[in-house]
Every structure is written in C-alpha cells, then in structure tokens.
C-alpha cells in the first residue's frame, strides 16, 4: 500500500499534517497498527540518520516527537487491542536527567519518542537524585531505567546513581541505558551502564529490543 511508504517519508520531511492525514486513512481502511507503525519507525530511523549527517538538528527531532505524539492519538485505538507495540511488546521506562543537570531537551526527546512507538513513560524530569531513581524502580517496576546527561561535569552522577542502585539491590531488576550530548560509549562502559543510546532513535530501538527480549512465547509455540 503506498500509503505506508509515504508515512515513512511524511515523518522524514516533517510533513504533520500529511502523515496525519495518512495515518488516519490507513486506520479507517483497517491498516493493522502494527504495519503503521513499523512505517513510522522507519521514517523516525531515517530522520534520525539525517540529524546523525548534519542534515537535520534538535529543533527538527523536537518537531518529530511532537508529530510522532499527535499520531498516536489516531492510533490509539488499535494499540489497545492486540497490536505487538501495545501491552504485550512494550516496556515501563524510567527516565531522567541526572542530579545537578538541568537540561532537558534531549530527555524530552526520548520521552516523546518511546510514547510514539508505544511504551511507558516515567518521567522524573531533572536534577533527578539517585534516591529517586531508586524509588522510581521501586514503584514503578520498569524494565529500563534512562538517564540523560549534557554536562560532564555531572559524570559522577552517573556513578552515584548506579551505586545506589546496588546499595538498594535494584541494579539486576533494570537495564540501564544512558545517552546525552556528554554521554558516550566509553563513557557507558566506565560508569556500568548497560547500554549508551547517541541518538533518541538509538534509545527507541534499544526500549524495543529489550521489550522484545521479554515477551513470553506464544503458547502455540510451547
């Protein structure tokens, strides 16, 4: 159908109004929602290649997760039922920007975007204390916990929090993922971080695969 390949390509140029108008049509001629998102996914990974070449920068990806957001309300319909990015393949995520930076941009991205491709969302903002990270799991249960940094100097944060991850025996429960304008792998494998996410597309395809990790087999398969 042609409709899903110009979604794609709708989300890539930042065409709303037309991946709107696609998306809405798709779902009254009973497009599977998982057909429609796997196009929105596509064209999000091909923005995100853009912003990776230069091509695009945060004003755009900011834009992207707010068309993103508004798609989904026409989506939510089908999510509810038994489309793979509902329930069943989806994962609780806990993000926040670690304690003494209060940048939140690139956080707000990955919020908007893990929303738009179906998961759970806690966001605890910024300045986020390792104490309240650690509630959060506690509450929450979550199978990811994201933490966003853009100063360097708030590395030890990082550690912190980690610490007082195995302080409350809470670091085996979670897959941590961190990511930000200072974040970097080397920095992820220093600090013990299970995963690094350079881009808010890397952090959506990281949230999915660990969601797809999850997922009990299909009984007809058992």
């Known amino acids: 159908m042609n409709e899903l390949g110009n979604l794609a390509m709708a989300l890539c140029t930042l065409n709303g109004n037309e991946a709107k108008r696609l998306v809405k049509t798709m779902v009254e001629e009973g497009v599977p929602a998982s057909q429609i998102l796997s196009q929105c996914h596509a064209g ?95 509450i929450h249960k979550p199978q990811v916990v994201g933490m966003s940094v853009l100063l360097t100097t708030c ?26 304008a200072a974040a970097s792998q080397l920095l992820a494998d220093k600090t013990g971080c299970d995963f690094y996410g350079q881009t808010a597309v890397d952090a959506v395809t990281i949230v999915s695969r660990i969601a797809d990790s999850q997922r009990p087999a299909s009984p007809a398969n058992g």
Do not use: W
């Open 44 to 138: 999000m990974a091909s923005l995100g290649k853009r912003f990776d070449d230069g091509e695009c920068f945060i004003p755009e990806l900011i834009l992207a997760g707010k068309i993103m957001e508004d798609l989904m309300g026409d989506l939510e319909p089908l999510l509810k039922g038994s489309s793979p990015a509902s329930e069943e393949g989806a994962a609780r995520v806990v993000l926040g920007t670690v304690q003494n930076d209060i940048h939140n941009i690139g956080k707000d991205i990955v919020a908007m975007m893990l929303r738009g491709s179906g998961h759970e969302v806690i966001d605890l903002g910024i300045d986020v204390a390792p104490s309240r990270f650690v509630e959060a799991i506690q």
């Open 155 to 180: 590395y030890k944060s990082i550690t912190n929090t980690l610490e007082a991850f195995r302080q409350a025996g809470v670091r085996e429960q979670v897959a941590v993922m961190v990511g930000g």
